[in-house]
């Protein structure tokens, strides 16, 4: 059993920064390959960032590249991302995933096995 749960949204002005962290039961985060995804209303959950375990490595979607930063902590089995220069346009649901199979396209909602429940990004111009 794999259990997620993000924390750290909220309400802020463009230009502003969040730090959202999600919290992994069950699987180690260093082992694990894990990402970020978002879902605005009326819109198609989409790509954020992914961190893999093998081979190592992160990517960014290209919208968020240079503002946003995904690592991890294995002491503490938390995932975090760093959002920098926040826009109107982030504002969404912000869901973590996690793949227990190392090798594949981290870029796809397929891929992953477990998802957190979500936390709400709101950005006002």
């Known amino acids: 059993q794999v259990q997620l749960v993000e924390s750290g949204g909220g309400l802020v002005q463009a230009g502003a920064s969040l730090r959202l962290s999600c919290a992994v039961s069950?699987?180690?985060?260093?082992?694990?390959?894990m990402g970020w995804f978002r879902q605005a209303p009326g819109k198609e959950r989409e790509f954020v960032s992914g961190?893999?375990?093998?081979?190592?490595?992160?990517s960014y979607a290209d919208s968020v590249k240079g503002r946003f930063t995904i690592s991890r902590d294995n002491a503490k089995n938390t995932v975090y991302l760093q959002m920098n220069s926040l826009k109107p346009e982030d504002t969404a649901v912000y869901y973590c995933?996690?793949?227990?199979?190392?090798?594949?396209?981290?870029?796809?909602?397929?891929?992953?096995?477990?998802w957190g429940q979500g936390t709400q990004v709101t950005v006002s111009s």
């Open positions: 069950g699987r180690t985060v260093s082992a694990a390959t």
């Open positions: 995933a996690a793949a227990l199979r190392p090798l594949g396209d981290l870029f796809r909602e397929t891929f992953y096995d477990y």
């Open positions: 961190i893999r375990w093998t081979p190592s490595g992160t």
